[in-house]
């Protein structure tokens, strides 16, 4: 017993003892009725083992009690970091009502709302980057509720305006695997990276030099020429895809749709160029941002 019982606690022990006493003393009663009343001996059986059944559930239900109050707490712990969210120092409050994103177009007077080293990540939990993107575009964060729950480590070198510093967001979180897909006016989904491809997207018809050189979420049609096949040319390009099923080659309508970071599709759009020009597709006007 001592060497069985060496590298156990005093608990365990005691547990142990218990089972291989009970345990002995079963096999005793079993022996006894078998020899005696063999017939008690299978009323007794069926009893023992209803009561384990019995014990086994109540286990299972605490098991699950424990489980769901675990859940609550740490749910209700993310809660109290948003509702306690401090807005760095070195960031300029943003106007009342005013919205922002990471695909709004660049103004030569937009303002660096967001001075050198004010962004701050030393081992920060996603929801701390995602409260910090929400203050800082005016939008609300839809959060999926499977994304990865990491650390960050960033700090931005230089000052920033609201658009860059977005996009500089958007850059640490796909780097991570979250991708941030702006969704309407005033709202940004936060989802891991392998399913943004199931998300609606924003379509952005710009010329390939404005596209932004970031982890920007976004969704772009191609016009191939009429001697071009797009699934040819989807081939030559899918390993540059940074998302699973992020390009839809449509032959005959001779298009290509690209669904992926927008520093990888100006990369694809510039070896799209080698082959021949493309035409990006031509929707109606633009109104308003994004």
Not at 12 to 31: D, E, N, P, V, Y
Not at 147 to 156: A, E, G, H, S, V
Request: proline share 7%; aromatic share 4%; with cysteine.
């Amino acid at each position: 017993m001592v060497f069985i019982f060496a590298n156990e606690g005093k608990n365990q022990r005691k547990t142990r003892m218990k089972t291989i006493i009970g345990t002995a003393a079963l096999m005793a009663i079993s022996l006894s009725l078998a020899q005696s009343e063999p017939s008690k001996l299978k009323g007794y059986l069926v009893a023992a083992a209803e009561q384990e059944q019995i014990s086994r559930s109540s286990a299972n239900e605490r098991h699950q009690t424990e489980e769901k109050g675990a859940s609550m707490l740490k749910s209700r712990s993310s809660q109290e970091k948003r509702e306690t969210f401090q807005r760095p120092s070195g960031i300029r409050k943003r106007p009342a009502g005013a919205v922002f994103s990471s695909l709004d177009e660049p103004k030569s007077s937009e303002p660096k709302d967001v001075d050198a080293n004010a962004i701050l990540f030393n081992e920060a939990d996603v929801e701390e980057v995602l409260d910090l993107y929400q203050d800082l575009s005016g939008r609300s964060i839809l959060r999926s509720a499977n994304l990865p729950q990491l650390k960050i480590t960033f700090r931005n070198e230089l000052p920033l305006s609201r658009r860059e510093a977005l996009q500089t967001l958007d850059t640490v979180l796909s780097g991570n695997g979250i991708a941030m897909i702006i969704f309407g006016k005033q709202n940004v989904k936060a989802v891991p990276a392998k399913e943004a491809a199931q998300e609606a997207g924003p379509i952005v018809d710009w010329l390939p030099e404005r596209l932004p050189d970031s982890g920007t979420y976004i969704v772009y049609v191609v016009h191939t020429k009429a001697d071009q096949f797009p699934r040819e040319i989807a081939a030559a390009l899918q390993p540059l895809a940074k998302m699973p099923n992020s390009i839809l080659a449509i032959d005959q309508a001779h298009m290509l749709v690209l669904r992926d970071y927008s520093c990888n599709i100006r990369q694809m759009l510039q070896i799209m160029d080698r082959l021949g020009p493309m035409q990006p597709m031509q929707p109606p006007p633009r109104r308003g941002n994004l």
